[in-house]
């Protein structure tokens, strides 16, 4: 079992940034659906304007080679163009369990 977290940081005023996150997030929420070896997909919009990280997800496979099928999936494809133009920063670690 991989799990895959990812963090970003959105570029635009407060609003903007919470707007792209939200939408961001719908759209993950989607992807166990259509994505057959993804398990599970937790994401999370930060609440505390004290920090510079706006999402996080957290996303279960069952193995690393699955992390390559659920990147280059279509339907994730999509939900990733939307922070095309308000992406500053993405980090991610992917580990087994």
Not at 12 to 22: D, L, Q, S
Not at 70 to 78: D, E, L, N, Q
Request: aromatic content about 6%; charged content about 25%.
């Amino acid at each position: 079992m991989v799990k895959h977290i990812v963090m970003f940081k959105l570029k635009g005023t407060p609003e903007e940034r919470n707007r792209v996150a939200n939408a961001f997030k719908d759209a993950l929420m989607e992807l166990p659906g259509q994505i057959p070896c993804l398990e599970s997909m937790e994401v999370g919009i930060n609440q505390n304007p004290a920090e510079d990280w706006d999402v996080v997800l957290t996303a279960t496979v069952p193995t690393m080679a699955d992390v390559e099928i659920y990147a280059k999936h279509p339907a994730h494809v999509a939900a990733a163009g939307l922070l095309k133009d308000a992406k500053e920063a993405r980090a991610c670690v992917d580990y087994e369990i």
